[in-house]
């Protein structure tokens, strides 16, 4: 069974890790959500490090709604990410929140994220 956490390893925690793959990388749009995305270098292989994996920065703007909104697609989106994680390739993703967002549930987040998948391994974003 996967673990159940979204651990830190696999997050975007600071401004600067937003901008600068919001600015360099390449970004694209698709339904209730918007991406940008940079390639990862590999890491080594070692005892306890699988390598290069996935970050995922979430950002849901108050232009979407309040609070308890926000907080809402907050969830649902870092649950969806948490489910597909494993799926995602080594990549620095930073997932932006649109307004059609606060219809989605976890299921249509994941779907979109499968998506994003497909097209980030293609190249064509």
Known sequence: ????????????????????IREGGRNF???PLAASFTPREPAPVR???????ARVGLTVS?????AVV??????????AVRLELDTLPAVD??????ASSTRASVADFRSWLRRASARIRKGSA
């Not at 069974?1 to 600068?20: D, E, I, Y």
């Not at 005892?47 to 994996?53: L, S, T, Y």
């Not at 907080?71 to 649950?79: A, D, F, G, Q, S």
Request: glycine content about 10%; proline content about 8%.
């Open 47 to 53: 005892q306890g490090n699988p390598g290069a994996v």
């Open 1 to 20: 069974m996967p673990p159940c956490n979204f651990p830190k390893t696999a997050r975007l925690l600071r401004r600067a890790q937003f901008t600068s």
């Open 93 to 98: 993703l930073v997932i932006v929140a649109r």
């Open 62 to 66: 108050s232009k979407v709604g309040g």
């Open 70 to 79: 926000r907080n809402r697609i907050r969830r649902r989106l870092r649950e």
């Open 29 to 31: 749009a698709d339904g």
